[in-house]
């Protein structure tokens, strides 16, 4: 399998050659050239596959330069009952008939990022090793993408992690679950200022190209293609455990990282009826799948919601899905995304014939929650399934209910534990969540942590003090 830009560059990449890139060359996003086929017979040999294999079986017809008995010991030691507390890793739990929750959450963060980012350290150790290399990780965060990168990264070889979040915006189990680690090769840098000031400096780093070199910095954000590679697995998995013949699946989005995994596992053959995708407030992805609008918001008008992972101006994966939607025309893309959107912040294909294979040929649609909608489906949930969930997946099981069709079970992806934002949990009902027993005290540990100014040469000198 080879690898190609969004944006139309041709230059073919192998998968160990762009693991460790983030944007392509010419700005696009890297793509498969095809989605392999996965007919009747291969899904029912599948069937009765441990997670692990399973990931094993569906990585493998993406990377062909990893030899296979290495790409199957990696996912082995990536998805085990210790990491994720279940034998069958992402187990499905059933609401009422016809609707389930999928528990992608059980990972060291207590969020659905562990799902790719625990297996991408592993990758990354494999791969930095093999070409005796190292890497500096420098990333920002707003909550669940930095501790889902630490835990991955903590105490590997060959990496450390830098990682930039905003003074006080998250909430206090995120702040207690980053700032404990006390793994030397774990920098965690707060910054005094918001999630788009972090975001700035760590564009100024990587732009400072000779920087970049010299102290080999790279990223894990939500654009890489094995963090999407990995998410495809537990689709199938979803499915596999629904026992149906065709699913629908919704899912609380926000960079469009977790339904792009979707829609490729959708590619691949495996029935899925419809992907319906769920935003809070933050309503760019809905607008587009209602309108053929894609409107970039500024950060003025970026709302801070009490779903923050979904708190986007952007949707940074959406580009592979443009590709797709438009027959793969490398050079409409670019100009949708180069040309239109900084010249005007928006495009539109609502006039565009291709617009429409958005719900007919490629299955998605769209709805939006709000605070009142999260509340009432937080509360809604634990009064008739006593079953607390969390307020990310509170939108998409709201948004859920909007699309459900006799005969198809819809499985509504578990983001998220509600310890994570307990604050709205005692809103909603009135009483804390329920801590995971590891957890507990947390707060209380020994913190180890920097509070810097907003201004990216702080940043460059701490990462040259910290890489002897
Ligand atoms: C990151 C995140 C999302 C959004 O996922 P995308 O891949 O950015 O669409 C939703 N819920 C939670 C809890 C998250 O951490």
Redesign the pocket.
């Known amino acids: 399998m080879k690898y190609i830009s969004t944006r139309g560059h041709t230059d073919r990449k192998q998968f160990c050659e762009i693991l460790l890139e983030g944007l392509a060359p010419d700005g696009g996003l890297y793509l498969p050239e095809h989605y392999p086929q996965v007919d009747a017979a291969t899904l029912a040999t599948w069937r009765g596959l441990p997670y692990a294999d399973l990931a094993f079986e569906i990585l493998s017809l993406y990377i062909d330069d990893i030899p296979p008995a290495d790409l199957k010991a990696l996912c082995r030691k990536t998805y085990t009952r210790d990491v994720f507390g279940t034998e069958a890793i992402v187990p499905l739990k059933t609401l009422e008939a016809g609707m389930h929750l999928e528990a992608l959450s059980n990972g060291p963060t207590l969020?659905?990022?562990d799902m790719a980012m625990q297996l991408l350290g592993n990758l990354f150790e494999y791969e930095l090793g093999r070409r005796g290399e190292e890497l500096n990780i420098l990333g920002a965060t707003s909550g669940?993408?930095g501790s889902a990168a630490e835990y991955a990264m903590k105490g590997k070889h060959g990496m450390r992690v830098f990682m930039l979040s905003p003074n006080g915006r998250m909430s206090p189990f995120q702040q207690a679950q980053m700032f404990s680690l006390m793994d030397e090769n774990i920098h965690n840098l707060v910054v005094d200022g918001v999630f788009d000031d972090c975001q700035d400096i760590v564009k100024a780093v990587s732009n400072d190209l000779a920087f970049k070199r010299q102290y080999r910095i790279g990223t894990v954000n939500?654009i890489n293609w094995a963090r999407l590679l990995a998410q495809v697995v537990y689709y199938f998995a979803g499915y596999f455990q629904s026992g149906a013949e065709k699913v629908s699946f919704a899912v609380?989005?926000?960079?469009?990282?977790?339904?792009c995994a979707g829609h490729v596992a959708r590619m691949m053959g495996l029935p899925i009826e419809q992907l319906v995708l769920a935003t809070n407030e933050n309503d760019v992805l809905d607008e587009f799948f209602r309108t053929g609008v894609y409107r970039v918001r500024a950060s003025a008008d970026t709302h801070e919601t009490s779903s923050p992972?979904?708190d986007i101006s952007k949707a940074s994966n959406f580009e592979r899905f443009v590709f797709d939607l438009l027959g793969r025309d490398g050079e409409r893309v670019k100009s949708l995304f180069d040309d239109q959107l900084k010249a005007t912040a928006r495009f539109d294909l609502s006039g565009d014939a291709a617009f429409q294979a958005a719900r007919t040929k490629y299955g998605f649609v769209s709805g939006k929650s709000s605070h009142a909608d999260r509340l009432a489906t937080i509360r809604d949930t634990w009064s008739r399934f006593g079953l607390m969930v969390?307020t990310?997946t509170a939108d998409g099981l709201k948004v859920a209910r909007e699309y459900l069709q006799p005969g198809v079970p819809m499985i509504v992806l578990e983001?998220?534990l509600p310890i994570k934002f307990a604050a709205t949990i005692v809103e909603a009902l009135g009483r804390e969540p329920e801590r995971p027993a590891k957890f507990a005290g947390m707060e209380a540990l020994p913190r180890r942590v920097k509070l810097i100014a907003a201004d990216a040469s702080v940043v460059k000198a701490f990462i040259a003090g910290n890489c002897a």
Not at 252 to 259: A, D, E, T
């Open positions: 969020a659905f990022k669940d993408t939500s609380p989005s926000g960079n469009f990282g977790n339904i992972s979904m969390d990310h983001t998220a």
